[in-house]
């Protein structure tokens, strides 16, 4: 198993990606989208997950954020596992046009490996780098913002509801100390 981008301080600030197995464009819903939210602010509420940037794109996710109880990997394992399974849930109970091909594609990607039972929703990778300077946190607070302005979904960061430069962001953002 490779040692590269794991979590090593449990109490340390992280950039991190979440991507959906095969880049499927499974957040191309909202009500998907919707599901990482109420999911961050469970986090963030139950679990003592600070956020300090975020943005979700059609096919993964960037956050920088901590834990303020020093459990950051456990905290990021329940994410992924619980958004998981309300994806796949709402998948099968909505009424998805692309339900049996996505269903599929997890599913398929479920056996490629021993992690999983019937359905994988993210890869088993979190690409975690450690924050360790203002200055490097700012560089990757702009490239997670700048995201949707690089997919021409919008103009100015700020448009962009699903992202922590939304004027009126959905997650409350901790203060960086």
């Known amino acids: 198993m490779s040692t590269g981008y794991q979590i090593y301080d449990q109490h340390g600030m992280y950039y991190l990606t979440f991507t959906v197995v095969d880049w499927v464009d499974v957040f191309s819903r909202k009500c998907y989208r919707d599901i990482l939210i109420d999911s961050l602010l469970h986090c963030i509420k139950n679990k003592d997950l600070m956020v300090y940037s975020y943005v979700i794109m059609t096919n993964h996710m960037h956050i920088i954020c901590r834990s303020a109880t020093g459990k950051l990997s456990d905290t990021v394992r329940d994410f992924k596992k619980f958004t998981s399974y309300k994806i796949i849930d709402a998948i099968k109970h909505t009424s998805e ?4 091909w996505l269903l599929h594609r997890f599913e398929w990607a479920a056996n490629q490996n021993d992690r999983n039972t ?3 929703v993210w890869t088993h990778e979190n690409n975690s780098i450690e924050i360790t300077t203002n200055e490097f946190y ?3 607070s702009n ?14 960061i700020e448009d962009y509801v699903y992202s922590s430069a939304h004027i009126n962001s959905l997650i409350p953002i901790t203060d960086w100390q």
């Not at 046009?97 to 049996?100: D, K, P, V």
């Not at 997670?144 to 979904?153: D, E, K, Q, T, Y």
Request: proline share 4%.
């Open 138 to 140: 700012l560089s990757k």
């Open 118 to 120: 019937t359905y994988q």
């Open 97 to 100: 046009s692309r339900r049996n």
């Open 143 to 156: 490239y997670i913002h700048l995201n949707p302005v690089r997919a021409g979904w919008v103009d100015k």
